[in-house]
Structure formats: structure tokens, C-alpha cells
């Protein structure tokens, strides 16, 4: 744009910051760049989430669900995960509008619970769903990680030894064309998928994904078991006793990875099933972020955190 029309862009910028804009009349200029509030914003239905702005600084962000991203969406945000830091924020927020709160969606970190607990006292906490889910990918994920680096040693052991023996390795091709390591390496996005959204060489790829390693097949099937109870249960007690026999399988099966997920639900276990009275989730919350980054994008970087948050204000408070 400072191209087309002949202007250096920095100095406009510079010349925004201190001239046209009211930045340094902005009255949370003295804390922007630790937090930025805006009680006015509150709403019945909150989401909270952390995201990274510049050099890998977490912030904390609150925002209200029914402002769908647009103007007034904004409520708080505020530099770091420390609860006791952001829950002193919060609560510069009056009691009673913090009181109307009724809901707010989370991931399942155990100062996020705190913030919540302690700044909305009313509100039901909702666990995201997709936090529960991206659990058992990465569970799923482990397990075949664990046999590509098997295959690899393999491999190498099998090169070392054809040295050895003055022979030319040969590696064995399964009947899509794929090695064993690359077979392993190749399935890693079809595990993500449901088995009806697979391309055609993915089917292939699967087919023989499983035969050569039941254990994934097994993980797969457990993985995808509970994307479904998410998906297609609707009352809450149904949804209680279909992750009670989601347990018990994963008993059966005795994969460690996945008894750590066991544990982890557990533990939320009420907040994870609140998902069901409204099936509500943090998407919100991570489109927000979505924008920030590419605001942060258009800016090539965020050199000023304190004006950077002003713009954002601006637009999203």
C-alpha cells in the first residue's frame, strides 16, 4: 500500500501512532502492556483462552461468545497464565456483573479452572471438547510414532548388515508402494480422519496400516469411538454412560497412553460433560486468536505490545 502511494510506511505508521491517533490520550495506556479491561463487554456466556503475541509472551484473553469476533467481543486480556494475576484483573470487574456470568468454555488447564472458579463464581465451567479429543490424537499419534522409530532402527540395522555381508539391501514394499517406515510416516493425517472421509490410496494405506499393526488399528477405533460420543449424544446421562464403557475399553486394550486420558478425564470430569446442556465449545475463542495472528501478520510482527493492543481495543473492544 505505501508503494502505490509513494509514502514510507514506517513513518506513516509513526506518524499515526503520535498524531492521528489518540493513542497517548487512551486511558489504560499506563497498563496496556500488562492488561487491558473492559467491563462493558461482559456477557452471559464468556470464553477463555492464552495466546502467544510476540517472542513466545502468553496472554490470557476473555472474550464474549455473542459478540461473535466483531466489536465488543474483547472483555480482557491480560499478560501471562498466573491465575492470582489474572483473577486480580477480573475481579476489577464488578461483583455483580461477574455474577450474570453463566457459562464459560476452557481447556483443561488447572489455573484456567481457578481463574474461573474464583472470578465467575455462578458460571458453569464447559471443558472443550476438542482439548478431550486432541488427547486421544496425541495418544493415537504416540503409539505410531513408537513403531516408525522401531521401523528406522530396523532399517538401519538391516543397511548395517548388508554392509557387513557385501549384500545390497533390498527394503520390502508393501503392495501400495510404501516401505514400513513409510508407511508409518504416510498414515500420520489419516488417523485424524473419520474412515468415510478417507481418499482412496488412504483406504489402501489403512488397510494395510492395521493388518501389519493391530495395536493402532485398536487405538484408532478407541480414538474415533470418542469423537462420535461427542458428536452424536445429545443427553447428558447417555453421554455419562457412554464414556464409562469408553473407560472400561480402554482398560481392556491397557494402552499407557491412553490411561493417561483416563486420568485427565476423570479429574473433569463434570466439566467435560457440561458440554452437553448446550454443546458448547471454545471455537470462539481460538477464531479470535485466528484474527490476532493475522492482525499481528499485516503488522510484520508486533514491535510496540502496549500500541499493538490499543489497535486491537480498537477493533475487537
Not at 471438547?129 to 538401519?156: G, M, N, P, T
Not at 488417523?191 to 472421509?197: D, H, M, Q, T, V
Not at 489403512?206 to 493391530?214: C, D, K, R, S, V
Request: glycine share 4%; hydrophobic share 35%; proline share 2%.
Amino acid at each position: 500500500m505505501e508503494k502505490h502511494y509513494h509514502i514510507d510506511g514506517d513513518q506513516f505508521g509513526q506518524q499515526y501512532k503520535d498524531h492521528l491517533s489518540d493513542y497517548y490520550r487512551w486511558d489504560q495506556i499506563g497498563h496496556a502492556g500488562e492488561w487491558i479491561l473492559f467491563p462493558e463487554n461482559i456477557g452471559e456466556y464468556l470464553s477463555i483462552d492464552e495466546t502467544a503475541l510476540s517472542n513466545g509472551e502468553l496472554y490470557t484473553i476473555v472474550t464474549n461468545k455473542k459478540a461473535k469476533g466483531r466489536h465488543g467481543t474483547l472483555v480482557a486480556m491480560i499478560h501471562g497464565t498466573c491465575s492470582e494475576k489474572v483473577i486480580s484483573v477480573l475481579q476489577k470487574i464488578t461483583e455483580n456483573k461477574r455474577k450474570r456470568v453463566k457459562e464459560v468454555t476452557l481447556d483443561m488447564a488447572d489455573s484456567m479452572n481457578k481463574i474461573v472458579r474464583q472470578s465467575f463464581p455462578r458460571a458453569t465451567k464447559v471443558i472443550d471438547r476438542f482439548h478431550v479429543q486432541k488427547l486421544a490424537y496425541d495418544a493415537l499419534q504416540e503409539i505410531r510414532i513408537a513403531h516408525r522409530w522401531k521401523a528406522i532402527d530396523e532399517e538401519s540395522e538391516a543397511i548395517k548388515m548388508a554392509k557387513y555381508t557385501e549384500t545390497v539391501y533390498e527394503p520390502i514394499f508393501f503392495s501400495n508402494g510404501d516401505t514400513k517406515k513409510q508407511l508409518l510416516a504416510r498414515s500420520r493425517y489419516l488417523l485424524f480422519k473419520s474412515a468415510e472421509k478417507w481418499t482412496p490410496k488412504q483406504k489402501e494405506r489403512a488397510q494395510i496400516l492395521f493388518a501389519q499393526y493391530p495395536d493402532i488399528k485398536q487405538a484408532y477405533s478407541l480414538t474415533h469411538s470418542l469423537r462420535m460420543i461427542f458428536t452424536h449424544t445429545s443427553i447428558k446421562a447417555v453421554a455419562y454412560t457412554k464414556l464409562a464403557q469408553w473407560y472400561n475399553k480402554v482398560e481392556e486394550f491397557g494402552f499407557k497412553s491412553f490411561r493417561s486420558i483416563i486420568n485427565t478425564i476423570y479429574d473433569h470430569y463434570e466439566d467435560i460433560l457440561n458440554y452437553f446442556d448446550n454443546r458448547s465449545t471454545n471455537a470462539s475463542a481460538e477464531s479470535f486468536n485466528a484474527k490476532l495472528k493475522a492482525f499481528r501478520a499485516t503488522l510484520r510482527g508486533v514491535k510496540d505490545i502496549s500500541f499493538f493492543l490499543f489497535r486491537v481495543a480498537k477493533i475487537y473492544a
